[in-house]
């Protein structure tokens, strides 16, 4: 994916670089997963047109964007096809505490080629890459051999950039790539850090940071879903394949069944799901009430706030599962009430419905009668109607329905864009 884009750049006469990483990009078994790219300011502005015009091109589709600074992008990229995921860590400039440590100038005028792909100066590139795996604390063994060889590549201009940037620890960080010795980085990590220069932020920076955080408020780019299904349909493996897999969010979340959090949040096992009788009507209609609290407060507390934080939010089992299998919930209640209060409780995104002919379940988990599980399955399958509740045939093996599951949910991203 990432060749086609670079190509598709290049026909448009939209001068790029990639900043590091670009040798991996041409791995056999490389994925593709993250590719660090900058533009100019100007092209920086309108790069979401750009790439929405090459994925309707090329037949991808847009599933995620973070807005993470003024001047950098996550923009992640999904091939229905292939089932590929390309993200795009996009930037208008090279800075760190609002300090720009290379001009836009500097950099386009002085950029460099590999196969074909445009790349930093071996200067620019040590600076950067060497700041960036600082900030994070990753500088390991393997980078930092990396560094040096781009150092001895243009002796000069490194010792130039180094001396100019960092202009009390220059002497330690040249020291440690002629002598060969990382320990004297690692050891000097935090002088090192706050020997970078520090720029001041402007009045239209700052207005423009706000505004961005603003809009990530009233736009979240977490998601929820919701897995229903009878014991046996395969809830907990389809989740943790789907967890596995590469995702376009930050985090993830797991609920069961109510958007609270327990002591470990987990799924307990149960054996005998309808082991006790039914609540009478009285009893169950203020069970309903008590769900109507607990949904709508929990997902004011603990959903909303993490959809900001770009997570994706799985919910095992939801309060449809009392619809279908009212005895596991002991509600003795009238269907339609249950029915009625379900408008007034909130909703995930998407739900996947797993279910299957009722006799390969059977065989999986025999915890209910055959003649319940089937009237199971007949009301879980009556939720279905292929705009927020999706019926997966889980008689397939656990990797295609993981990306039947993931399909769908990337479509549903793509509609934000």
């Given at each position: 994916?990432?060749?086609?884009?670079?190509k598709y750049l290049k026909?448009?006469?939209?001068?790029?670089?990639?900043?590091?990483?670009?040798?991996?990009?041409?791995?056999?078994?490389?994925?593709?997963?993250?590719?660090?790219?900058?533009?100019?300011?100007?092209?920086?502005?309108?790069?979401?047109?750009?790439?929405?015009?090459?994925?309707?091109?090329?037949?991808?589709?847009?599933?995620?964007?973070?807005?993470?600074?003024?001047?950098?992008?996550?923009?992640?990229?999904?091939?229905?096809?292939?089932?590929?995921?390309?993200?795009?860590?996009?930037?208008?400039?090279?800075?760190?505490?609002?300090?720009?440590?290379?001009?836009?100038?500097?950099?386009?005028?002085?950029?460099?080629?590999?196969?074909?792909?445009?790349?930093?100066?071996?200067?620019?590139?040590?600076?950067?890459?060497?700041?960036?795996?600082?900030?994070?604390?990753?500088?390991?063994?393997?980078?930092?051999?990396?560094?040096?060889?781009?150092?001895?590549?243009?002796?000069?201009?490194?010792?130039?950039?180094?001396?100019?940037?960092?202009?009390?620890?220059?002497?330690?960080?040249?020291?440690?790539?002629?002598?060969?010795?990382?320990?004297?980085?690692?050891?000097?990590?935090?002088?090192?850090?706050?020997?970078?220069?520090?720029?001041?932020?402007?009045?239209?920076?700052?207005?423009?940071?706000?505004?961005?955080?603003?809009?990530?408020?009233?736009?979240?780019?977490?998601?929820?879903?919701?897995?229903?299904?009878?014991?046996?349909?395969?809830?907990?493996?389809?989740?943790?394949?789907?967890?596995?897999?590469?995702?376009?969010?930050?985090?993830?979340?797991?609920?069961?069944?109510?958007?609270?959090?327990?002591?470990?949040?987990?799924?307990?096992?149960?054996?005998?799901?309808?082991?006790?009788?039914?609540?009478?009507?009285?009893?169950?209609?203020?069970?309903?009430?008590?769900?109507?609290?607990?949904?709508?407060?929990?997902?004011?507390?603990?959903?909303?706030?993490?959809?900001?934080?770009?997570?994706?939010?799985?919910?095992?089992?939801?309060?449809?599962?009392?619809?279908?299998?009212?005895?596991?919930?002991?509600?003795?209640?009238?269907?339609?009430?249950?029915?009625?209060?379900?408008?007034?409780?909130?909703?995930?995104?998407?739900?996947?419905?797993?279910?299957?002919?009722?006799?390969?379940?059977?065989?999986?988990?025999?915890?209910?009668?055959?003649?319940?599980?089937?009237n199971q399955i007949y009301?879980?399958?009556?939720?279905?109607?292929?705009?927020?509740?999706?019926?997966?045939?889980?008689?397939?093996?656990?990797?295609?329905?993981?990306?039947?599951?993931?399909?769908?949910?990337?479509?549903k991203m793509n509609e934000?864009?």
């Open positions: 994916m990432i060749h086609t884009f670079l026909n448009n006469n939209l001068d790029y670089v990639i900043t590091n990483g670009y040798r991996e990009l041409f791995d056999a078994d490389s994925s593709e997963n993250d590719v660090d790219i900058l533009f100019k300011r100007k092209d920086f502005l309108t790069i979401e047109k750009v790439i929405k015009a090459f994925c309707k091109k090329e037949n991808f589709k847009i599933v995620q964007i973070y807005h993470q600074e003024v001047y950098a992008k996550n923009i992640f990229l999904y091939c229905p096809t292939t089932h590929q995921m390309l993200n795009l860590d996009i930037y208008g400039k090279l800075h760190k505490n609002n300090y720009e440590y290379f001009s836009e100038d500097v950099i386009f005028s002085s950029k460099r080629t590999f196969k074909d792909i445009s790349v930093l100066a071996f200067h620019q590139e040590l600076f950067h890459y060497f700041l960036k795996k600082m900030s994070k604390g990753d500088l390991t063994d393997n980078v930092f051999y990396y560094l040096k060889d781009l150092y001895f590549h243009d002796k000069e201009k490194c010792l130039e950039v180094l001396s100019n940037q960092l202009k009390k620890t220059n002497k330690q960080v040249i020291n440690a790539f002629e002598n060969d010795n990382i320990q004297a980085i690692l050891k000097n990590r935090e002088n090192i850090l706050s020997d970078v220069k520090k720029g001041n932020t402007t009045l239209s920076y700052w207005l423009k940071d706000k505004f961005r955080i603003v809009k990530r408020i009233f736009k979240p780019t977490g998601i929820s879903i919701a897995f229903l299904g009878p014991d046996g349909s395969g809830k907990t493996t389809v989740i943790n394949g789907l967890t596995s897999s590469n995702l376009p969010f930050r985090k993830t979340d797991y609920f069961h069944l109510k958007p609270i959090y327990t002591k470990n949040n987990t799924n307990e096992v149960t054996n005998n799901p309808h082991e006790f009788k039914p609540y009478n009507k009285l009893k169950s209609y203020v069970k309903l009430l008590f769900f109507f609290y607990q949904y709508n407060l929990g997902w004011i507390q603990n959903i909303i706030p993490l959809k900001i934080k770009s997570s994706l939010i799985i919910f095992d089992r939801y309060f449809d599962d009392l619809i279908a299998d009212n005895k596991r919930y002991r509600y003795g209640g009238q269907n339609y009430m249950a029915k009625f209060f379900r408008f007034f409780i909130k909703k995930p995104s998407l739900y996947f419905v797993l279910v299957t002919d009722a006799k390969t379940i059977y065989k999986r988990k025999q915890e209910v009668a055959f003649t319940e599980l089937e009301k879980y399958k009556s939720l279905v109607d292929n705009q927020r509740y999706f019926e997966i045939d889980v008689n397939e093996s656990p990797n295609i329905i993981v990306k039947n599951v993931s399909r769908i949910l990337m479509n934000r864009y």
